[in-house]
């Protein structure tokens, strides 16, 4: 089996920051995920990359940045934290994107930004 | 506009009930359909899935139906355990773009 692991846990920041998540994967996925979740919402896609150096938009990209620079990590930067922002960030990974794909996640970086 | 909706959004029920929820989508390219379990702190992790081609697909005591001409499907949970309660999220794919779209979620929480 294997493991993401999403670093920090928790990240408090100030409006106008600049923030970054880090994930880590060692399942040799291809493909990679950066998703929102918002309370009682489900999750938004913000990023996704099927391969190192590939980057996606999903629905919700603005006011972020991704990177995947190697096949097993995926950054997520917020580019200008919004006040009172609160959320968690979900990395997830998949072997490919086909029928039956199956998402694996972390445990989550959860945001809150005074 | 919401692509894929579920309900209810919460829902409690007694230990060794069965517990239902409900899923409803629009687009009719929507073929692959996962639920995802998350239990607090954690990532939500994969369930059960159902093809299009496919009606009903059970592993355990977690079975999902399909309706393909109403567009809905549902998970059904017999012998409910205090150990199901966790959300519990429906997605919608498109196998042709990828596109994975979630639900809101439903809250269960299950009584001993």
């Known amino acids: 089996g294997g493991i993401i692991t999403q670093t920090p846990k928790f990240l408090i920041g100030q409006e106008g920051q600049k923030l970054t998540l880090k994930c880590q994967q060692n399942?040799?996925?291809?493909?990679m995920y950066w998703y929102r979740q918002d309370s009682g919402k489900g999750l938004r896609l913000i990023y996704y990359?099927?391969?190192?150096?590939?980057?996606q938009k999903g629905d919700l990209s603005e006011g972020y940045d991704a990177s995947r620079e190697k096949k097993s990590s995926f950054s997520l930067t917020v580019t200008s934290a919004q006040k009172n922002e609160m959320a968690v960030f979900l990395c997830?990974?998949?072997?490919?994107?086909?029928?039956?794909?199956?998402?694996?996640f972390g445990h989550g970086t959860k945001l809150s930004v005074l | 506009q919401q692509q894929v909706r579920q309900s209810p959004q919460s829902l409690t029920v007694w230990e060794g009930g069965t517990t239902v929820l409900t899923c409803s989508y629009e687009?009719?390219?929507?073929?692959?359909f996962p639920w995802y379990q998350q239990f607090p702190g954690e990532g939500p992790a994969l369930l059960i899935s159902?093809?299009?081609?496919?009606d009903k697909k059970e592993d355990g005591r977690f079975t999902t139906f399909f309706n393909k001409r109403e567009k809905k499907l549902s998970l059904h949970i017999i012998d409910s355990q205090p150990g199901d309660s966790a959300t519990y999220f429906c997605?919608?794919?498109?196998?042709?773009?990828?596109?994975?779209?979630f639900g809101d979620g439903t809250v269960l929480t299950v009584k001993p």
């Open positions: 159902i093809l299009s081609v496919s």
């Open positions: 997830a990974s998949s072997a490919d994107r086909g029928s039956n794909e199956r998402l694996f």
């Open positions: 399942f040799n996925h291809d493909t």
């Open positions: 687009d009719s390219t929507f073929n692959y």
């Open positions: 997605a919608a794919k498109n196998t042709n773009t990828g596109k994975l779209t």
């Open positions: 990359s099927i391969t190192e150096n590939d980057l």
